[in-house]
């Protein structure tokens, strides 16, 4: 099979996928910070890198209705349990969730 398929990521690496125009797009710095810092909760020995694609405006789309939504993954060194990830995710939706101005407080 051909194509670009990347290349094999690091634990504690996040690829975000946001839209043109969105706050996170507009806060993509102060956002970056507060995912390395919620992740050395969660996980103190790991580094953090993150990757952004921005989509345009309009493309992306959410169970075939167009979405104003975010995605986030993240890698780990490890296995995590149901749990673990709840509350991970939790997380970074309270941290995507905050408003701009609140973005330089330090995440859970």
């Known amino acids: 099979m051909e194509g670009n398929w990347g290349s094999v990521v690091s634990a504690g690496h996040f690829s975000c996928v946001i839209q043109e125009g969105s706050t996170a797009e507009a806060t993509t710095d102060q956002l970056e910070s507060g995912l390395a810092s919620l992740h050395r ?24 209705r167009q979405s104003s939504s975010s995605i986030v993954a993240c890698v780990t060194s490890h296995e995590t349990t149901v749990d673990e990830r709840e509350r991970y995710m939790r997380d970074v939706c309270d941290l995507w969730r905050r408003p701009p101005d609140a973005l330089t407080t330090k995440s859970s």
């Open 41 to 64: 909760s969660h996980y103190p020995a790991e580094d953090t890198t993150v990757s952004w694609r921005i989509v345009p405006q309009g493309w992306m789309f959410t169970e075939g």
